[in-house]
C-alpha cells in the first residue's frame, strides 16, 4: 500500500523520545514538562463525587456552562476583561487540541503564519497539515527578545496569523508590556489573528506581571488565548484546558471543534468549575515555582553552567558551553545514558536547529528530585 506522508519532516516529538530514554536508562526525568508530585487531592475529591453523582455522559459541545462561567469569572478577576461564556470561551482536551483546532479552523491553502523560533513543538505540524505557511523568525539566546521591525517586515497580504506564547516554552523568558503594545500596532486595520499560547500565565516570577492579550484591547478583538488546565492544576495527563476570543472567532473555532473532539471530559469539567471557586488555588502558582525555581539555581550556583533565572514557566534553561561543544542534543542523549538526568536540548526548536548549547531542565519536581538532579549537574 502506497501513501504520501502528510507531515514527511515530522518525527517523534522530543518530549516523548526524551522521556522514552529516561525511563529505559532510569534516568531522573527533568526532560519533558510535567510535575512528579501529585494535583490536590480536593481537585481528585470533587472530580471523583462528579463522577459518582452522574457527570459520566457527553457534556455540552462547549464544555460545562458552570465550567465556563468560573473561566469567565477568573478573566475578571485576574484582568478586569469579559469574555461572554455562553458565547467566547470554549473547554479543550487540553491546549494542544485548541491550538490545533484553531489553526484548523482559520488557515487556508498558503496561508502564512507567523511564528517564533524556539517554538514549542505543535504549532508547525497543525499549519503545515492545514496546508498554511509556517514563517519562522529566530529569537536570540539568552534573552530571547522579538525586534517587532523585523516581524513588520515579515508581515504581507499572506499573514492569516501570529502565534505568540507568554510564557515562553522552552525559554522560560516573556513578553513585556511593550511587546503587546508593538503586537498591537504592526497587526492594528489587517485581519490578521493572534493565537496566544498563555498555558504558563501563572508561573511568573520576580513579580514581573503577565502580560495577556486580553489585556490590550485592540489585540483582544483579533485573539485566542489558549490555556491549560494540566499545567496550571499539576495533572497534565488529564489533557483539559480552554481557549476565549470574540464571539465570531469562537463561532468558527466551534464549528471545527464539534467535528474534531465533538465535547470533553465531563466530571473532569464538574471538578474544576467547583475547584475554580477558590481562586487561590491558582494564585498561588507563582510563588510556589518561584520557590522551586530558586531552590534549583541555588543547588547549581557553583556549577559550570552558566543561566539567566527563567522569569516563567516551569522550565530553566542551562547553557553548557563551558563544559563542552558537544552537539546539544547528543550532549542531552550523553547526560541521560551515561549520568542519568534527562533534559530538553534547545536546537529541535530552531530555525535550520541552531544549536547554542542550551538544555532546558523542568524544576516541577519534589525537592528531593531537584537534589538528586543538582548533584548530577554540579559534578559535570
Ligand atoms: N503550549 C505550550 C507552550 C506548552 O508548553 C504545552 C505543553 N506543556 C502546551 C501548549 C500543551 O498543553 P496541554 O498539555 O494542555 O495540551
Ligand atoms: N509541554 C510539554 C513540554 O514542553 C510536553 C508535552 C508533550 O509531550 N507533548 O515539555
Not at 536508562?25 to 512528579?36: K, M, T
Not at 516551569?314 to 547526560?335: G, H, M, P, R
Not at 536540548?345 to 538532579?373: Q, W, Y
Request: net charge negative; aromatic share 12%.
Amino acid at each position: 500500500m502506497k501513501h504520501i506522508s502528510k507531515l514527511p519532516q515530522v518525527e517523534t516529538s522530543i518530549f516523548s523520545v526524551m522521556s522514552a530514554l529516561a525511563k529505559q536508562h532510569d534516568a531522573i526525568n527533568l526532560s519533558q514538562g510535567f510535575p512528579n508530585f501529585k494535583s490536590d487531592q480536593k481537585l481528585i475529591d470533587l472530580v471523583s463525587k462528579a463522577m459518582n453523582s452522574g457527570y459520566n455522559q457527553y457534556a455540552p459541545m462547549a464544555g460545562l456552562l458552570e465550567l465556563r462561567e468560573a473561566i469567565s469569572k477568573k478573566f475578571e478577576l485576574l484582568y478586569n476583561t469579559n469574555y461572554n461564556p455562553e458565547t467566547d470561551i470554549t473547554v479543550t482536551a487540553g491546549a494542544t487540541q485548541a491550538i490545533y483546532t484553531i489553526i484548523s479552523a482559520f488557515i487556508h491553502a498558503d496561508d502564512e503564519v507567523l511564528i517564533f523560533k524556539p517554538a514549542y513543538d505543535c504549532y508547525e505540524p497543525a499549519i503545515k497539515i492545514n496546508g498554511g505557511k509556517p514563517i519562522a523568525i529566530q529569537l536570540e539566546a539568552p534573552d530571547y527578545s522579538v525586534n517587532w521591525d523585523a516581524v513588520k517586515q515579515q508581515i504581507s497580504h499572506k499573514t492569516k496569523m501570529i502565534i505568540i506564547n507568554t510564557p515562553h516554552n522552552p525559554s522560560g523568558t516573556i513578553l513585556t508590556h511593550n511587546d503587546l503594545l508593538k503586537l498591537q500596532e504592526i497587526t492594528a486595520e489587517t485581519d490578521i489573528i493572534v493565537l496566544s499560547d498563555e498555558v504558563y500565565e501563572h508561573m511568573i516570577f520576580d513579580g514581573l506581571k503577565h502580560q495577556s492579550v486580553c489585556l490590550f484591547p485592540d489585540l483582544k478583538q483579533r485573539s485566542f488565548i489558549v490555556a491549560s488546565f494540566g499545567k496550571t492544576f499539576h495533572n497534565t495527563g488529564w489533557k483539559m484546558g480552554y481557549c476565549c476570543a470574540p464571539k465570531a472567532l469562537m463561532m468558527e473555532f466551534q464549528k471545527v471543534h464539534q467535528f474534531n473532539v465533538f465535547s470533553v471530559n465531563s466530571a473532569m469539567q464538574k471538578g474544576l468549575a467547583e475547584y475554580l471557586e477558590s481562586p487561590e488555588h491558582y494564585l498561588q502558582l507563582t510563588g510556589f515555582y518561584q520557590e522551586k525555581r530558586d531552590y534549583f539555581l541555588s543547588l547549581i550556583k557553583d556549577s559550570k553552567f552558566t543561566f539567566q533565572p527563567a522569569q516563567g514557566t516551569y522550565f530553566q534553561v542551562l547553557n553548557y558551553s563551558e563544559i563542552t561543544d558537544d552537539y546539544d542534543v547528543d550532549f542531552a542523549k550523553q547526560l541521560t545514558i551515561k549520568q542519568g538526568l534527562a533534559s530538553i536540548p534547545l536546537s529541535v526548536f530552531n530555525l535550520g536547529n541552531k544549536d547554542d548549547k542550551v538544555l532546558r531542565f523542568c524544576f516541577a519536581k519534589t525537592n528531593e528530585t531537584l537534589e538528586k538532579a543538582a548533584h548530577i549537574l554540579n559534578r559535570l
